[in-house]
């Protein structure tokens, strides 16, 4: 059904370019704070890491409010004119799954960092490479880490509905359009449409729990 209607698959490759992309960048910013969080001792540390923890549970249309105020056009990042555009979305996403990564993040490094302390300590590595190294020996933990932000990326409504204003052939998504059909009464392509969003979900974790299998079979 899906694949043989045009408008079916530019939502589906919306919904995965989005959310895809704002996994990519959560990742490159959640997974470094998240390790520096669990390697370093500082004043407030103890207060970050609860704030972290608390905004794993953050209220997606909490969020989606304060991007369209900041992107609105008397908000500070009015000038950028990217409200109701998917760039906002991936922004709203990213936003949303940050806290996830990082806090998920530090509890696996920090467990890591108590079996390798010593040899690290004993070596002489310093800050930058310690949390190299350890984010290196975590990497099939965190692909673990990575998909619980992806699923919250790919299943969210109220922030991407906010700030993409849910335009048609624009920036509808599979949840977006989930919600309009139900409304509409749509239920067979509401469901199939479902159907679809979980179907992805599964393929990528099947896909990552195989890549990672296959490379502890390389590395043994």
Known sequence: ?????PTLVAIVRLSLAVSLTASLIAAVVGMPLGALLALTRFPGRAMLVVL???????P???????????LSRTGPLGTM???????AMIM?????????????????VEDLWFDYRDELNA????????????????RYSLV???????GRAIAEVGAVMIVGGNIDGFTRTMTTAIALETSKGDLPLAMGLGLVLVG???????????????SERQAG
């Open 1 to 5: 059904m899906v694949s043989s209607n």
């Open 52 to 58: 972290f923890n608390a905004m794993m549970g953050l």
């Open 60 to 70: 997606p249309v909490v969020v989606g409010l304060a991007v369209y105020l900041l």
């Open 81 to 87: 004119g990217i409200l109701f555009t998917p760039a």
């Open 92 to 108: 709203a996403q990213t936003i949303l799954i940050v806290p996830i990564i990082a806090a998920l993040t530090r509890q696996t």
């Open 123 to 138: 070596m002489e590595v310093g800050p930058a490479r310690r949390i190299a190294t350890l984010l290196w020996d975590a």
């Open 144 to 150: 673990t880490t990575l998909l619980a932000g992806f």
């Open 200 to 214: 992805i979900v599964l393929a990528i974790n099947a896909m990552a729990w195989a890549a990672r299998l296959w």
